[in-house]
């Protein structure tokens, strides 16, 4: 899938990508080149201890959520997961 940046070593982690256009109000209509990146995930994915919403408003050059904004998923849970003990799934 488009997520694949978000992997995590020892946890199953589920989660969805997004991109989306901006509206411009100021033309009536969708911009051309305005996006925001967006991807949602929780871990683990059988028992969710955590969730995690990012949302980047006009990422520079790339814009799609499971390039931009994934990868700052696993950043920010590859650190929150050992500080809360949640244990691994590996057995």
Known sequence: GTGTRAKLAGYQAAGKTGTVQKFDFSIGKYSEDKYSSLFVGYVPA?????????????????????????????????????????PTNER
């Open 46 to 86: 059988e028992y969710p201890e955590i969730s995690i919403l990012i949302l980047l408003d006009e990422p520079k050059g790339s814009y799609y959520g499971g390039t931009v904004a994934a990868p700052v998923f696993q950043e920010i849970a590859s650190k929150v997961l050992p500080y809360l003990s949640v």
